[in-house]
């Protein structure tokens, strides 16, 4: 079947509500891992991932950070509006946005926006003694959501300490609660480094220094790469069909080093795996990159959501597209590779890079779950019953799974 052709229907489960984690377990570890292997499921506790994982393995984490993308200002009337920062757009790097200690521009959603009519907004911050006056001025509607400027009146500040201490940790919408104390370290894992995320990397949430010390133990190896979550990793599916769902763009950030040791991996037969949705789709976009370089040898490294669907090309290994990779980083004397994605993973498409998936367990009808079951096929239904029936916890703050096929 031709991915475009999918009903989202037919990806629906019951999810009762109180099978929502809607906090995170005391220890992050002690979290139950569901186990499938060659279509066998077993579970243990995600303390134990090192005992279910063959030995050698490479892990690939994604090292994002989540940032304080939820900004709240009041009008002049009392009426209050949501900002949630999504991407920069000036400066459009987030290094240099975040650095920045003049004005800033946003790609953000507007919570309330009707009652904003327009000018700026401000709010005071008054967590370094002296109070800084922070601004907000719509600048424009985009496609999908608004440009939105950000000043402040105190040049010593970079907007990411700006942001930091004006904003809060965006929480998934289906948690339905207010931020508590704990979600300022629980949603965000024990590695994140690279700010930029508005959603955590959950399969990531798991994972503590004495799992890792197990892993160690046993060869396998942690690689990271970063991909910025964006808003749109909730955005639900409306259309019947999927060829009329929009998919979201995602920033990519890649090491050279990575890729080195990935075409390693290829070409000496190492199970490499990806911890979470997130670095599963930043591998799988590293494959299109060099079939985008193999072809066109001068290309924006960006892949459109049917790009693998619809380009008519022979079957391409691996091993020389992450080669033609290299090349290119060589050639332009570059460590690090930027793209962007809005690869579709659904069923239909084939793994080109990773060989499993460690992740959390997804929401009905989402593009998450297309991308679970693009993995094990139709044996995700007897994952998620195996999970329902033995009191797993679901989403963001839930347990966690093992996919081998």
């Not at 790609?107 to 800084?132: A, H």
């Not at 991909?227 to 998919?247: I, Q, R, S, W």
């Not at 290829?266 to 494959?287: C, D, F, H």
Request: charged share 20%; aromatic share 10%; glycine share 6%.
């Amino acid at each position: 079947m031709n991915p475009k052709d999918i009903r989202i229907e037919d990806y629906n489960y019951s999810l009762p509500e109180d099978r929502i984690a809607k906090f995170p377990l005391a220890e992050r570890d002690q979290s139950k891992l569901l186990s499938y292997k060659n279509g066998e499921i077993s579970h243990t506790v995600f303390r134990n991932l090192h005992e279910q994982l063959p030995e050698g393995a490479l892990l690939v984490f994604n090292d994002t950070k989540v940032i304080h993308a939820r900004l709240h200002f009041n009008l002049e009337n009392g009426a209050q509006i949501e900002i949630l920062c999504l991407e920069p757009l000036l400066p459009h790097d987030y290094q240099q946005n975040f650095s920045s200690t003049k004005h800033v521009r946003w790609k953000c959603l507007i919570g309330n926006n009707r009652k904003w009519k327009s000018g700026e907004v401000t709010r005071v911050i008054g967590r370094w003694g002296d109070r800084v006056i922070m601004a907000a001025t719509r600048i424009q509607q985009l496609e999908d959501a608004f440009e939105v400027e950000f000043s402040w009146d105190d040049s010593n500040l970079a907007f990411g300490e700006v942001l930091a201490n004006a904003g809060i940790i965006p929480l998934p919408p289906y948690l339905n609660r207010e931020n508590a104390a704990l979600d300022e370290e629980r949603y965000q894992t024990i590695y994140a480094r690279e700010q930029g995320s508005v959603a955590a990397p959950t399969a990531g949430l798991h994972f503590t220094d004495a799992v890792f010390k197990d892993l160690e133990q046993k060869n396998i190896e942690r690689l990271f790469v970063t991909l910025h979550v964006g808003a749109g990793t909730f955005k639900p599916v409306k259309a019947e069909t999927m060829a009329a769902h929009h998919m979201h763009e995602e920033s990519i950030f890649i090491q050279k080093s990575l890729i080195e040791k990935l075409l390693y991996a290829k070409q000496n037969g190492q199970p490499i795996i990806p911890v979470g949705t997130t670095s599963l789709r930043t591998l799988e976009s590293l494959y299109w990159y060099g079939v985008q370089l193999l072809h066109h040898h001068d290309v924006v490294f960006n892949i459109l959501q049917w790009f693998p669907y619809e380009i008519d090309i022979y079957e391409i290994n691996t091993e020389p597209t992450l080669q033609a990779i290299l090349n290119y980083l060589d050639l332009n004397q570059k460590d690090t590779l930027e793209g962007y994605t809005q690869l579709l993973i659904a069923p239909g498409y084939q793994m080109r890079v990773a060989d499993g998936l460690i992740t959390n367990f997804h929401q009905p009808k989402s593009t998450l779950l297309l991308l679970v079951a693009a993995l094990v096929g139709e044996d995700w239904r007897r994952v998620y019953d195996y999970a329902l029936e033995n009191d797993f916890r679901f989403l963001s703050y839930g347990d966690g799974s093992l996919l081998l096929p």
